[in-house]
């Protein structure tokens, strides 16, 4: 792989907090019947675990390097293990949306100990290159498996995966450093203007992402689209965020980091432009897996100039805090242009962010090579 023993730490770290978010779709619908949660009671679950994710996510940010990486994440792993063997007993929805926010305040931990160490590294391009290509390679793995192991071992036995998953990392805790970095204080004043675009570039992205990604099997249903068109064409897009993904972490060079940033930000926005207007089931295919391909080029590339202008990781954290609340964020920022199912102002507005991100990326670019 190429990776120093903390980045390699910290990829599995990443796709360890990863672990529900990237499957949500298939582990919520899986929650539905066994349980006899209600629809709103999923909903109610989904955001729990976010919002878990989303506050120790912040709370790293700003703890900076007082966060010891080592101990943290030894005790995210372990309470994450916990949480999700804990769901299994769990005999009520408000109990079980309990356990899920610890569960989603553990990973948040381990999401951002991994950038952090990734950034830290001798090669972050392809850190997070890699990091990207596991966690899509879990997510497309998991989403096919997800159905029949809910199907053969139930809720209980996918609960105990999970929590065997984080348990069997336990160990990686031993490369992670045993404190963090603290910057001097004289080198915040070399890097405020650069760190500060950078950080518009990540939030206009992930807000671009958070406002489009959830609803984009609606939007090839408002074309006209079978159910099974747009369903191939979200999972043949998947192919095309590894592909985008590997290709950040095999030219992620920092004279690259231009080029890559157009094929990643603008490459991001064109498909959108596309959807504005009808399309066959062929086309939406097409819009999908240059949009998978480009976002997946973008994402571990933002980060990546994050880490060339702060090697010490306190600007990666607050990297990773924002990606959570784009997320979490462009989902609500969308919904009040989708009254009566017209996806169109919500795919300019995705579109526009994403070239909000590709101008202060630009901007960041530039001040970087000014302070070489």
Known sequence: MGLEPNARAGLIAVVVGMQVFIIQPGFLAGLAGPLGLTEAWIGYIASAEMAGIALTTIGAALLGGRL?????????????????????????PPLFLTIRFIAGAAAGLLISIGYTELGRSQHPDRGFGYAIMAMLSYSALGLFLLPTAFQHIGVGGVLAALG??????????RSLPTDGHRREAAKVSHVTAASRWILVAILAFFLGQGVVWPFLSLIGST??????????????????????????????????????????????????????????????????????????????????????????????????????????????????????????????????????????????????????
């Open 164 to 173: 065997l998953m984080a348990l069997a990392a336990v160990p990686l805790a």
């Open 68 to 92: 010891r990486p080592r101990a943290t994440a030894l005790g995210a792993f372990l309470t994450l293990a916990l949480a999700d063997m804990g769901s299994i007993l769990a005999t009520t």
């Open 223 to 372: 074309h006209g689209i079978s159910d099974q068109q747009v369903a191939n064409g979200l999972a043949v897009s998947q192919l095309a965020g590894i592909l985008g993904a590997f290709a950040a972490a095999r030219f992620g060079a920092p004279r690259n980091h231009l080029r890559l940033l157009v094929a990643g930000a603008l490459g991001s926005a064109v498909p959108l432009v596309v959807l504005v207007w009808p399309v066959s089931g062929l086309g939406y295919a097409a819009a999908m897996f240059a949009f998978n391909g480009a976002a997946n080029i973008a994402t571990p590339l933002l980060m990546a100039i994050a880490a060339a202008i702060d090697g010490e990781g306190a600007l990666v954290q607050r990297s990773a805090a924002l990606q959570m609340i784009g997320l979490a964020s462009g989902p609500l920022l969308a919904t009040p242009f989708l009254e009566g199912g017209d996806f169109q102002a919500a795919l300019w507005l995705s579109a526009g962010l994403f070239l909000l991100a590709f101008v202060a990326g630009t901007r960041t670019l530039s001040r970087r090579v000014a302070l070489t």
